[in-house]
């Protein structure tokens, strides 16, 4: 009883996490991979400001989701071909996540539904070696 009157008061405090708190690190995390990725390497400085401009506007304070989306534009080997993925790029990390997944080839969609089942439910975090056996 002790216990719980003494953590009672820390169950209701509450934390705001708000997306303008972080976009200052965001922008940095934007700037250091469009400057140091050799996937960018190809973009004009004024494309990257665009990209780092929309990345931050878009990223509702999330790194994890402006890490899809880079890896995204990374992956343009022309930058014609970037500025329309920047313009279509997912809104939000389930949308990442069902493209990702999409873009699986058929073959692979079993063994990656396997895998995805073993992560998912191991009872300790697995090694890349025993998710392979």
Same mark, same amino acid.
């Given at each position: +009883?002790?216990? &719980?009157?003494?953590?009672? %008061?820390?169950? #209701?405090? &509450?934390?705001?996490?708000?997306?303008?708190?972080? =976009?200052? /690190?965001?922008?940095?995390?934007?700037?250091?991979?469009? /400057?140091?990725? =050799?996937?960018?390497?190809?973009?004009?400085? !004024?494309?990257?400001? !665009?990209?780092?401009?929309?990345?931050? +506007?878009?990223?509702?304070?999330?790194?994890?989701? &402006?890490?899809?989306?880079?890896?995204?534009? !990374?992956?343009?080997?022309?930058?014609?071909?970037?500025?329309? +993925?920047?313009?279509?790029? %997912?809104? =939000?990390? =389930?949308? &990442?996540?069902?493209?990702?997944?999409?873009?699986?080839?058929? #073959?692979?969609? #079993?063994?990656?539904?396997?895998?995805?089942?073993?992560?998912?439910?191991?009872? !300790?975090?697995?090694?890349?070696?025993?998710?392979?056996?």
């Amino acid at each position: +009883a002790d216990i &719980v009157r003494s953590l009672q %008061p820390l169950a #209701t405090f &509450v934390i705001p996490l708000q997306s303008k708190t972080v =976009d200052p /690190d965001i922008r940095s995390y934007i700037q250091k991979s469009l /400057d140091g990725r =050799d996937g960018f390497k190809k973009f004009t400085k !004024e494309f990257k400001t !665009e990209i780092e401009e929309t990345l931050v +506007a878009d990223s509702q304070g999330m790194f994890r989701l &402006v890490d899809c989306l880079l890896r995204i534009l !990374e992956e343009c080997l022309v930058p014609t071909d970037a500025r329309a +993925a920047l313009e279509e790029l %997912p809104k =939000d990390l =389930d949308s &990442v996540y069902s493209r990702i997944l999409g873009s699986i080839h058929e #073959t692979q969609r #079993t063994y990656v539904q396997r895998a995805m089942h073993w992560l998912a439910f191991s009872a !300790e975090p697995l090694t890349l070696g025993q998710l392979a056996e």
